[in-house]
């Protein structure tokens, strides 16, 4: 079973995000490369984590896709892809509906098939909520990508198109579950200590989910955080006094305020944003 992600079509993106995109700039030495066929992530011991059987597929997919959006494709395509988890991205509905169609019927012929769960056929971009207003349709879907919901969203100022991205709620509802277990195992330790561990655990988070759009979500989890930890130190004892007034002053000094860590590129490589 192939795990591929969505296909969408009216995607549409700038000149240097669509290079990026495309292959283009590639990073040198990229494992799983075939523009200039270089080795292969098999031969380099699947850097990415990728198991041997996954192999296949995924470089299959890379020499196969790019032959297929340089003398098949009408319009743009856009390919995104992170080990065997991909999303692809076509000008038209056209390009779209004949890829798909095209790429199971090959995925057949090594005995392999999409993941009917994870793959979806979706309108996104700038010009998707346009569109589903003329049709009186609604709002267009979102899709899952690398821990995000990714969302179609306008500027409250402008109305200008971008893509919103959000933490998954599932997975951070489980994210929350899991610190919760370790926080009673660690019940009984100094407070400081605990401390310590939740505050690598919080940064942690925040360095991976940090980016712009998702900062509603890392208040929240930082709020849940904070809440289960009281939640534990007031089980430590029958008699505690900690209220969430004075337990605030803990919280402040071990737990990170969140904040955008991976800016916008046209932000991140700003000459004042560097100094």
């Not at 996954?54 to 997919?61: A, E, M, R």
Request: with cysteine.
């Amino acid at each position: 079973m192939l795990t591929l992600a969505k296909v969408i079509w009216g995607a549409r993106c700038g000149e240097t995000a669509r290079r990026v995109l495309l292959g283009e700039t590639r990073a040198r030495g990229h494992a799983y490369s075939v523009r200039r066929g270089r080795e292969s992530a098999y031969d380099r011991k699947a850097p990415h984590g990728l198991p041997p059987p996954s192999l296949v597929p995924t470089n299959l997919f890379d020499l196969w896709v790019q032959h297929w959006r340089k003398h098949r494709a009408a319009g743009e395509v856009i390919v995104v892809r992170y080990a065997d988890d991909s999303v692809l991205g076509f000008q038209s509905r056209t390009d779209a509906e004949r890829f798909l169609r095209e790429w199971r019927e090959r995925l057949q012929r090594f005995g392999l098939e999409l993941h009917p769960g994870k793959t979806r056929l979706i309108e996104f971009g700038r010009f998707a909520i346009q569109g589903r207003k003329r049709r009186d349709e609604r709002k267009p879907e979102t899709f899952n990508f690398l821990g995000f919901t990714h969302i179609c969203g306008q500027g409250w100022k402008n109305g200008k198109f971008f893509v919103l991205r959000k933490t998954i709620r599932a997975r951070l509802i489980a994210k929350l579950k899991q610190v919760k277990a370790a926080l009673r195992v660690r019940m009984h330790q100094p407070l400081a200590e605990v401390g310590k561990w939740l505050r690598s655990v919080v940064q942690g988070y925040f360095n991976y989910h940090a980016v712009p759009g998702n900062f509603a979500r890392l208040w929240s989890f930082r709020f849940e955080i904070r809440k289960r930890w009281l939640q534990v130190i007031r089980r430590r004892s029958q008699r505690s006094r900690n209220t969430w007034e004075l337990f605030e002053h803990i919280a402040e000094q071990w737990l990170p305020r969140p904040r955008i860590l991976h800016p916008y590129p046209m932000v991140r490589f700003d000459a004042k944003y560097l100094r």
